[in-house]
């Protein structure tokens, strides 16, 4: 296991512990324990140089092919720190992507952590895992855009702990303006259904202004 590998399998642990801690009645020892740990832990992690995210400069030439179709070799993230499907990122959803033709899927199954109301998972939950499945589209459509409006109707309650689908992609373009739509699905239910305007940038003025 390399390091980017091992990070990943550290930032899984911490995820699946923080639904377990929300789910599950701990006692004040175990409470303790758990005290004492990551008191020590937080230092140790605190005492590490700090990392800085950056776009290498031919990240977004190769963007495309970052979105495999479905099957197509091992499941796939936008990038590892990614809040929704980062598998480095112990905060974050842990969804998978992968695109249908010019459609983009991600497929998230969200834990006790994100419960809303009870039994459901909250709202802004679901408003960034379609946010996210927008961003995708432009990946496949190898376009730099910043959303603008995001528009969102939610249908049914959206279950915890069972597999989501959300599913985007383009409806039309007017010169900078990018107009989407998509869908989130739990099995045959739809939970929500949403439009989206995102703006277009020009991609070299935007690798410029993250690499200066």
Known sequence: MNSDELRSFVAGLMR???????????????????????????????????????????????????????????????????????????????????????????????????????????????????DETMGLVLAIHQALAFTVQLNITYLAPTPINETLLARSWLERREGRKLFMRAEVTAGETTIAEATSLFIEVDPARFLARQES
């Open 16 to 130: 699946e512990l923080g639904h377990e801690f929300v789910a599950r009645d701990l006692n004040d020892e175990t409470l303790q324990q758990m005290a004492a740990l990551y008191t020590q832990l937080l230092a140790d992690v605190k005492a590490s140089p700090e990392r800085s995210r950056s776009m290498p400069s031919d990240s977004f030439s190769s963007f495309k092919m970052s979105v495999p179709e479905h099957g197509e070799g091992e499941k796939r993230q936008l990038f590892a720190d990614s809040i929704i499907s980062g598998s480095a990122n112990p905060m974050g959803l842990g969804a998978w992507l992968w695109r249908d033709g010019e459609h983009a899927i991600m497929e998230a199954v969200l834990g006790k952590a994100f419960e809303g109301a009870p039994q459901r998972a909250h709202g802004g939950i679901v408003a960034a895992l379609i």
